[in-house]
């Protein structure tokens, strides 16, 4: 974990930036001649962003981390890297990958995607998220099965709707009336007696991200932002990847969180799956407009 260490003043040139930039105002002016600001953390209230690491045009932040700062050609000219255009044209094409190739995710490339997950920002910089990478056929055989238990339970229910409508949110209640909810249901069900798996679509790795609930709880908001960086790296590396709300949710239940090595008191904010695409899509699909509001 990064420990700002303070400022080394052989570097300083008292430019201030890092006093601007601390969101925890860490840093401060004093009388001293010498040491013209400091570096105060009495309570641990450091966030551990790093931006007076990023800011400090002389690298006279003392910091100690197992990562270093990272600083390449063009660090401020980002568009020079990728102009909107083009990162605009990947975000597009970005695609949910439900056919795979009945091969294994490269190590290295399943490495890389992690490394592009863990610099994706999260509330108060907490990076208290982790992941359980599944590769085994089996245990992905269970978690499909598992998650598809509920199918069949609905479908038995589904007769008894009106009966229950007064115990349902209304969430559930407006899907119990839908009379897609049949329909849907008769052919996922119809799927997985024929041995189809329509959890992961046989993909061969599956990502299972867990977060400590913790007081504000950002921590969904954290595991979106988390697994979209992922997402975009697998893409990036010609990958495929799928969310799978559906395998999600079955993590409510204790017996399956245990058997996934999820830690007491973590919960699963989301599920993906990973491997080499057996499809090539060839444009990106229509989305409908923004409802935007302005307040001007
Ligand atoms: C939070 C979330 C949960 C999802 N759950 C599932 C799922 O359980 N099964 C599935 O096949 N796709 C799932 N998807 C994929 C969506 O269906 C897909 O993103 C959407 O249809 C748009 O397609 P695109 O990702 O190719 O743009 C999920 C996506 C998100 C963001």
């Known amino acids: ?68 700062a990272f600083n390449f050609e063009g660090t401020k000219n980002l568009p020079d890297i990728v102009s909107y255009e083009d990162l605009l044209k990947i975000l597009r094409m970005r695609r949910s990958m439900r056919v795979f190739k009945d091969k294994p995710v490269p190590e290295k490339k399943l490495e890389k995607i992690i490394q592009a997950m863990r610099y994706a920002p999260t509330a108060s910089n907490r990076q208290n998220w982790r992941l359980t990478v599944v590769t085994n056929k089996k245990e992905i055989e269970y978690l499909s099965k598992e998650s598809t238990k509920d199918l069949k339970l609905a479908k038995k229910l589904l007769p008894l709707r009106y009966l229950a409508l007064p115990f349902l949110s209304p969430a559930l209640r407006k899907r119990a009336l839908d009379p897609r909810t049949k329909v849907i249901l008769d052919r996922e069900l119809g799927d997985v007696e024929k041995g189809k798996d329509i959890v992961f679509f046989n993909a061969p790795c599956v990502i299972i991200l867990y977060s400590r609930a913790y007081t504000s709880n950002m921590a969904p908001n954290d595991a979106g932002v988390v697994i979209t960086h992922g997402m975009l790296a697998a893409q990036a590396l010609g990958l495929g990847t799928c969310w799978i709300g559906i395998a999600q949710r079955v993590f409510q239940k204790r017996k399956i969180k245990k058997h996934f090595k999820v830690p007491r008191g973590y919960q699963v904010y989301g599920v993906i799956t990973l491997g080499i695409p057996d499809i090539e899509y060839q444009r990106a699909p229509p989305r409908r407009a923004v409802r935007v509001q302005r307040m001007e």
């Open 1 to 68: 974990m990064l420990l700002i260490q303070g400022i080394n003043y052989d570097k300083c040139t008292e430019c201030s930036n890092c006093v601007e930039v601390c969101p925890a105002q860490l840093f401060s002016e004093t009388d001293d001649k010498e040491k013209k600001y400091v570096f105060r953390n009495p309570h641990d209230v450091c966030v551990k962003c790093g931006h007076c690491i990023s800011i400090c045009p002389e690298e006279a932040i003392l910091f100690e981390d197992e990562d270093s």
